[in-house]
């Protein structure tokens, strides 16, 4: 009798019963690039109704990437953008984003680009009405590695907090 094997990436094919199995692929392929480069950490966040007051949204870049800072230093790079969208009992100011950090690339060193890695904060000022809030919205970034650009994407982004 002969049994077959599956995994979600690999094939398996069996010998008989009690043989071992054979792994049909290559081993030495290079990672598959992750699904999201940014990450979104939604955090329920707790303000003051009717003042001005700052929210956080942290977003981390996957190690071994990197994206364009919200002003980079060339006109032909994606910035990272975050638009969010109009919240019933919510006035929204401008976003504030961080500075980005210089970074050259060992064929160019002279050339500097200003970029985010890891963690990084884009704080959200707002006045909001006393209740439970969320905000949509979504980062527009472009992820790189130290070899390529991959095309920009959109995380969509759930700003959640309460006004008391």
Do not use: W
Not at 24 to 29: F, R, S
């Amino acid at each position: 009798m002969i049994r077959f094997c599956l995994t979600l990436a690999t094939a398996f094919i069996c010998a008989p019963i009690g043989a071992s199995c054979q792994q049909v692929g290559n081993l030495d392929a290079p990672a598959p690039k992750p699904k999201a480069f940014v990450i979104y950490a939604a955090e329920q966040q707790q303000i003051e109704a009717g003042k001005r007051r700052v929210l956080e949204l942290h977003f981390r870049v996957v190690d071994g990437f990197h994206v364009n800072s919200h002003t980079p230093k060339s006109e032909l790079l994606i910035p990272t953008q975050m638009t969010l969208q109009p919240a019933n009992g919510v006035k929204a100011e401008a976003l504030e984003y961080p500075p980005g950090t210089s970074y050259s690339f060992s064929f160019d060193p002279s050339e500097k680009l200003d970029v985010y890695t890891g963690a990084f904060t884009v704080k959200l000022p707002v006045v909001a009405e006393a209740g439970s809030h969320t905000v949509e919205g979504s980062l527009r970034y472009q992820a790189c590695d130290h070899a390529a650009c991959y095309p920009p994407k959109m995380l969509p982004v759930q700003v959640i907090f309460i006004a008391k």
